[in-house]
């Protein structure tokens, strides 16, 4: 997460900065599709990622190789040419696909289903992450922003290589968890599916290199845009195929149908939080470039630095939330998990909402006050606290259990469309007046939560 998170917080400042000061002199909206582009397919690729691990290689094995090549990617990110560049991302997305929803099934598989720590097992891990995640802006921002953007995506590197260091050095303490693949069919059939994997996968590898040396070759005359366009569609299709093969098929009890309508439900309200959520990379990310104070008590600091500002408020608001749901439960009054989306829904519009008069100054010219983002950060942290780590256990909890971890593939598929969403509308920076941008991302996050709020009651039933 300090890999992710550090190379994230420069990567749209990068390619929207002038090529005089180092960066690609992208515009907006083709800075928003490349972002848009790049943090949907690494969510996206979590689902092949989980079926490798699973039939193939473990969990283990895949937290390693992802590692491996996420670390590759950074590194040659730091290679300043185009090439290595959409190189890195490439390899960011492979890695991170092996990785990031692997180590949570390690997480998981730590625990026996009865065991009451689960939870508290998963709030650690959260803040772990969390840990990485306001750590690395602070260096790899600087470094990006102040020195040069290729030693920023360079310390990503390192941080990705300590952590490999660090996961093979502790492997000992996980035992044998996760280390084999789950069994499937007789040794053959095994073996078939592999070849055909290898296959496959090898052939898909090969095509996105060639397509890539022959778009950039300029062989093939296809724009960034039009391949962010493509893969949106592609992640519709995926989406409503999934769901509709899903409820389509015949063999689920009466129960289990209903929990999955109500899967599909949390989704919908998952991907929408995501996709006013993620905007820090992008929209919020240019909003504290380009139109806030960056100075604190006369003090200059870079304007990446306000993406750790997420995690610092995590860290200190996890603990209350942890309270409040323990007290709330203790007098039966804990909000149910829909109505926790919904509350989720609700802050991270005002998230947007307060934004809107610092918006206005902008628009006359005016750098805002570095507290609006901060507080907007605030209300978006809470918003998290009410439905990331709660979807997380209400997902495995409402799964079929032959299904369970294609239904966590699920989670990071909201994930990804949120992302998608979260970098397109950043396209719209500047050719959309701000107030009304932000307006429009209050309005979807505020109404989709009330929308939540009235489906509550048949949802609840549901599960
Ligand atoms: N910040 C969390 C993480 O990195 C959640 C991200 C997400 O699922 N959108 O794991």
């Known amino acids: 997460r300090f890999s992710y998170y550090g190379m994230r917080a420069l990567l749209l400042l990068f390619m929207t900065a002038p090529v005089a000061s180092g960066g690609l002199g992208f515009d907006a909206a083709q800075g928003g599709a490349i972002y848009a582009l790049y943090t949907s397919m690494v969510y996206m690729m979590t689902l092949p990622g989980g079926w490798i ?12 190789y992802g590692g491996i090549l996420i670390a590759s990617g950074h590194f040659s990110m730091a290679v300043p040419t185009l090439a290595t560049f959409y190189l890195g991302l490439f390899l960011i997305v492979i890695g991170t696909g092996l990785l990031k929803g692997n180590v949570s099934v390690i997480v998981g598989a730590l625990y026996s289903p009865e065991d009451k720590r689960r939870d508290a097992g998963f709030s650690i891990f959260y803040m772990g992450i969390n840990m990485g995640a306001f750590f690395s802006p602070l260096v790899c921002g600087y470094l990006g ?14 941080g990705m290589l300590f952590g490999l260091i660090q996961y093979v050095a502790g492997s000992r303490y996980l035992g044998e968890v996760c280390s ?11 073996a078939t599916l592999r070849r055909r994997a290898l296959t496959i996968g090898g052939v898909l590898v090969a095509a996105v290199m060639l397509f890539g ?9 296809v724009t960034a845009t039009q391949v962010a366009d493509a893969a949106g569609y592609f992640l519709l299709f995926l989406t409503v195929g999934f769901f509709g093969w899903l409820f389509s098929s015949s063999g689920w009890t009466r129960e289990e149908r209903h929990r999955l309508y109500a899967i599909g439900a949390l989704f919908l309200a998952a991907g929408i939080f995501w996709s006013v959520f993620e905007q820090a990379g992008s929209t919020l990310n240019l ?27 995590l860290w200190m608001l996890a603990p209350v939330f942890a309270w409040l749901w323990i007290r709330l439960g203790s007098a ?6 829909p109505a926790k989306f919904a509350i989720g829904l609700v802050f991270v519009g005002l998230g947007f909402a307060i934004l809107i008069p610092p918006a206005q100054l902008a628009q006359q010219g005016v750098q805002v006050s570095p507290m609006w983002l901060t507080m907007t950060y605030v209300l978006h942290t809470v918003g998290e606290l009410c439905l990331s780590p709660v979807g997380l256990s209400a997902m495995t909890k409402l799964a079929p259990a032959r299904i369970a971890g294609l239904v966590m593939g699920i989670w990071f598929l909201a994930t990804s469309v949120g992302n998608y969403i979260a970098g397109r509308v950043s396209g719209f920076y500047e050719s959309f007046p701000l107030p009304s941008l932000f ?3 209050t309005v979807f996050g505020i109404a989709a939560g009330l929308v939540m709020f009235a489906l509550t009651p048949p949802i609840k039933r549901l599960m």
Do not use: C, Y
Not at 182 to 190: M, Q, V
Not at 289 to 298: K, P, S, V, Y
């Open 332 to 337: 039966n009054r804990e909000p149910s998990s």
């Open 213 to 221: 040396v022959a778009t950039l070759s300029g062989a093939l005359p």
């Open 145 to 158: 922003q102040r020195v040069n953007w290729h030693l920023g995506f360079a310390a990503a590197g390192v």
């Open 439 to 441: 307006m429009a991302v």
């Open 180 to 190: 084999k693949p789950a069994p499937a069919g007789s040794p053959e059939e095994a």
């Open 53 to 64: 691990a699973d039939r193939f290689i473990g969990q283990r094995r895949a937290v390693l």
């Open 287 to 313: 909003f504290a470039d380009r139109n806030t104070r960056t100075e604190l008590l006369g003090m200059p600091f870079p304007s990446s630095w306000f993406q750790s500002q997420n995690s610092l408020f």
